[in-house]
């Protein structure tokens, strides 16, 4: 029985990394509606940046809120660049246009890092395992509990119950009105695109000491993260953390009990759930 309790922690971990590296997909394709297939590469490029400043001296946990920044940053300029030029083009144009770019950002991180795998020191705070009632746990799985947690509450609050979020909501149901009222969409637009950029990011940071970092992690884990979201519902900050949660704790679970039945199950899971709720389990009708 421990043993599964165990697992299901470890399961639940993965999730909370999942929705941290989702939540910011489902905030652009939600709240934005723009398809943002070029969400992996910010992560990503969290990876790689934490990376970078962890091998230059930087403590592992100083080096997080920096990504968070950076990637941030990194996301409005693209945002200003070129993404906002397509939020009224079709849906095939913002694939096509973010599909490219998470591929000539993997192409980049080959040339620059090469195609190995990268490490990143973790500190002995978060090394190790520690017991909690009775059980082995990895300091490491419960500080990305934790983050998780921390994050969905704050995004649950910011888009929820702030000027923020109804300002965000009105210019995407109504964008006329909304500038119409003095709203400046434009500068909106642009910062919400940098917070889901910067998610990614910090998302990609702690995810290379759990599933590894290359030049293909961009495209590798792009599938896992439209699943939270479809399974979830776009634009749902609850809705990805239950979905992050519930395809978590099942991948662990199968990969420990049934590994040759795991990938069918995860698909099948997603068939289900979208049959029944088209826009997810907690997503608003279009």
Known sequence: MSNVIAII????????????????????????RFINLAHGAFAMGGGYLAVVLVDAGLPFLLSLPIVFLA?????????????????????LEQVLFSIGLALALGALANLVFGPQQQAIQIPSLLSGRVTVLGLDIARYRLFLIVMGAATAITLVC???????GARIRAAVDNRRAAE??????????????????ALAGLGGALSVEMLGLDPAFA??????LLMVVAIGGAGSIAGSLQAALVLGTVDALFKYFLPEAGGFVIFGLLVAVLLVRPSGLRGRAA
């Open 71 to 91: 990637i941030g940053a990194s996301g409005i300029a693209i945002e200003r660049a070129g993404i906002r030029h397509l939020y009224r083009r079709t849906a």
């Open 219 to 224: 495209l590798k884990y792009l599938t896992i």
């Open 9 to 32: 922690v470890d399961g639940v971990a993965y999730g909370m990394l999942l929705f941290l590296s989702a939540v910011g997909l489902s905030v652009t394709l939600g709240l934005m």
């Open 158 to 164: 910011l888009f929820e119950y702030t000027l923020f």
């Open 180 to 197: 119409g009222i003095g709203i400046q969409v434009e500068r909106l637009f642009a910062v919400t695109f940098g917070l889901g950029a």
